[in-house]
């Protein structure tokens, strides 16, 4: 069984500390920037009535795993946007798509990743160069394969340049729908196109519609063979939490 940690540690991370052991206790408060970093939106971020973190099921949380890699167009084009087309292509090498699932689009800008000016990859008129879904891919992927969440390694589900022409339509879209994303994922390349499960958690705040996502990882199952006899599978998984940077 192998585990990945697929969250970009902290960058903006303050921390205070109130007591220390010479005290009788230690005691730490830690500030974070929302929407910043791996995080998860919820419904409720752009959409009115839509659900908040904790209305999400824990159920929707532990999800199948597939991983679309665009890494290579991407790199050739950074304005790639992920088409209903590509989905296809992909199910008719993988399968089709299980309902309830969550798909990344794996385009390898995490790589990016601390570097801000690479990830926004701003132009001379200040228009962000990256890729992103297609309204097609995200209409597919909802009403058709009834996917529970989706995820990709950028700031937003919009690529650039539509985004600069027309806003987040895409984000408010996927958002309208009910199901939560997941931003700036990482370690997409590691992760097995099929075979993997997502687990997301987070801190329960109550009311949020936001939370970086300290506990975020990839599970893939093992068949355990013996002597070329299947004896099972295994499913375990570690809850890594990244250092915040100093």
């Given at each position: 069984?192998?585990?990945?940690?697929?969250?970009q540690?902290?960058?903006?991370?303050?921390?205070?500390?109130?007591f220390?052991?010479?005290?009788?206790?230690?005691?730490?408060?830690f500030?974070?920037v929302?929407?910043y970093?791996?995080?998860?939106?919820a419904?409720?971020?752009?959409?009115?009535?839509g659900?908040w973190?904790d209305?999400i099921?824990?159920?929707?949380?532990?999800?199948?795993?597939?991983?679309?890699?665009k890494?290579k167009?991407?790199?050739a084009?950074?304005?790639?946007?992920?088409?209903?087309?590509?989905?296809l292509d992909?199910?008719?090498?993988h399968?089709?798509?299980a309902?309830?699932?969550?798909?990344?689009?794996?385009?390898?800008?995490?790589?990016?990743?601390?570097?801000?000016d690479a990830m926004?990859?701003l132009?001379?008129?200040?228009v962000?160069?990256s890729?992103?879904?297609?309204?097609?891919?995200?209409?597919?992927?909802?009403?058709?394969?009834?996917?529970?969440?989706?995820?990709?390694?950028?700031?937003?589900?919009?690529?650039g340049?539509?985004?600069a022409?027309?806003?987040?339509?895409?984000?408010?879209?996927?958002?309208?729908q009910?199901?939560y994303?997941?931003?700036v994922?990482?370690?997409?390349?590691?992760?097995?196109?099929v075979?993997?499960?997502?687990?997301?958690?987070?801190?329960?705040?109550?009311?949020?519609?936001?939370?970086t996502?300290?506990?975020h990882c990839?599970?893939?199952?093992?068949?355990e063979?013996?002597s070329?006899?299947?004896?099972?599978?295994?499913l375990?998984?570690d809850?890594?939490?990244?250092?915040?940077h100093?």
């Amino acid at each position: 069984m192998r585990k990945v940690h697929t969250s970009q540690p902290f960058l903006l991370c303050n921390k205070k500390i109130f007591f220390t052991l010479k005290d009788g206790f230690h005691v730490q408060k830690f500030t974070v920037v929302g929407q910043y970093g791996t995080h998860i939106d919820a419904p409720i971020h752009f959409v009115e009535g839509g659900r908040w973190l904790d209305e999400i099921d824990l159920k929707d949380l532990l999800l199948p795993l597939y991983v679309i890699d665009k890494s290579k167009e991407v790199a050739a084009n950074p304005n790639f946007i992920l088409s209903k087309q590509d989905i296809l292509d992909f199910e008719a090498e993988h399968g089709q798509i299980a309902e309830g699932a969550f798909v990344a689009f794996r385009s390898d800008w995490s790589k990016r990743w601390p570097d801000q000016d690479a990830m926004r990859n701003l132009d001379e008129n200040g228009v962000q160069q990256s890729p992103g879904w297609s309204r097609e891919a995200l209409e597919f992927l909802i009403h058709e394969r009834h996917v529970k969440a989706v995820g990709h390694e950028t700031f937003d589900t919009d690529a650039g340049i539509p985004a600069a022409e027309h806003g987040l339509v895409n984000e408010y879209y996927l958002l309208e729908q009910n199901i939560y994303q997941v931003e700036v994922l990482n370690q997409l390349d590691q992760v097995p196109a099929v075979g993997a499960f997502d687990f997301d958690c987070f801190p329960s705040l109550g009311q949020g519609n936001w939370f970086t996502c300290p506990c975020h990882c990839h599970l893939t199952i093992n068949k355990e063979k013996e002597s070329g006899t299947e004896i099972g599978n295994s499913l375990e998984f570690d809850l890594v939490v990244p250092p915040p940077h100093s």
